[in-house]
C-alpha cells in the first residue's frame, strides 16, 4: 500500500511543468511582453513586440502609434495616424524628423506593418516598432480595438 502512495506521489512530480526561465507554455505567449529583432534586407532591423508588450508601453506612452492597414478595419485606442503601409515612406514629413525617435506600427494581421517597418528602416529610421501578429494578436490577448471614422 506504502508503496502504492510513493508511486503516485512521484508520477505528480514529474507531471509538474518546469519553465526555469523559458518561454511561457505554446499559446500563453501574448500574456507576456516579449520582443524581438527582426533584420531588414539592406541592413539594419526593426522591433517586433506582441500584445502585451504593445500594452504596456501605450502606459505611457512616448511614441506616434500609427495604423498602416488598408482598407481600414479600426484600430488600438492610442492609434495617433493611419496611413497606408505602402505609402508610409512617401509620407515621412508626418514622422518624427529625428530618425531615432521609436515609432510603433500595426495593422490586421502584422504583415502591412512588417512592410512599412522595413521601408521605414530603410529611409534611415533606427527604432522602428511592429506589433507581431497585428491587431488579430491584440484582440486574441484579450485587448479590443476601436473604429472612428476616418
Same mark, same amino acid.
Given at each position: 500500500?506504502?508503496?502504492?502512495?510513493?508511486?503516485?506521489?512521484?508520477?505528480?512530480?514529474?507531471?509538474?511543468?518546469?519553465?526555469?526561465?523559458?518561454?511561457?507554455?505554446?499559446?500563453?505567449?501574448?500574456?507576456?511582453?516579449?520582443?524581438?529583432? *527582426? &533584420?531588414?534586407?539592406? @541592413?539594419?532591423?526593426?522591433? !517586433?513586440? +506582441? %500584445?502585451?508588450?504593445?500594452?504596456?508601453?501605450?502606459?505611457?506612452?512616448?511614441?506616434?502609434?500609427?495604423?498602416?492597414?488598408?482598407?481600414?478595419?479600426?484600430?488600438?485606442?492610442?492609434?495617433?495616424?493611419?496611413?497606408?503601409?505602402?505609402? *508610409? &515612406?512617401?509620407?515621412? @514629413?508626418?514622422?518624427?524628423? !529625428?530618425? +531615432? %525617435?521609436?515609432?510603433?506600427?500595426?495593422?490586421?494581421?502584422?504583415?502591412?506593418?512588417?512592410?512599412?517597418?522595413?521601408?521605414?528602416?530603410?529611409?534611415?529610421?533606427?527604432?522602428?516598432?511592429?506589433?507581431?501578429?497585428?491587431?488579430?494578436?491584440?484582440?486574441?490577448?484579450?485587448?479590443?480595438?476601436?473604429?472612428?471614422?476616418?
Amino acid at each position: 500500500m506504502r508503496r502504492g502512495k510513493w508511486f503516485f506521489g512521484a508520477s505528480l512530480i514529474f507531471m509538474i511543468p518546469m519553465t526555469g526561465g523559458r518561454s511561457p507554455a505554446p499559446g500563453l505567449e501574448h500574456h507576456h511582453p516579449q520582443t524581438r529583432a *527582426v &533584420a531588414v534586407d539592406g @541592413g539594419g532591423a526593426y522591433t !517586433d513586440v +506582441n %500584445a502585451a508588450g504593445l500594452a504596456d508601453m501605450l502606459r505611457e506612452k512616448t511614441f506616434p502609434l500609427i495604423n498602416v492597414h488598408i482598407p481600414y478595419e479600426g484600430e488600438i485606442e492610442g492609434t495617433d495616424l493611419v496611413i497606408p503601409f505602402d505609402q *508610409v &515612406a512617401a509620407n515621412v @514629413g508626418k514622422l518624427p524628423s !529625428d530618425k +531615432n %525617435a521609436k515609432i510603433v506600427l500595426s495593422c490586421r494581421s502584422g504583415a502591412m506593418s512588417a512592410t512599412a517597418a522595413s521601408a521605414l528602416v530603410r529611409a534611415g529610421y533606427t527604432n522602428v516598432w511592429n506589433l507581431g501578429g497585428g491587431m488579430l494578436a491584440w484582440t486574441q490577448a484579450g485587448y479590443r480595438l476601436i473604429h472612428k471614422s476616418r
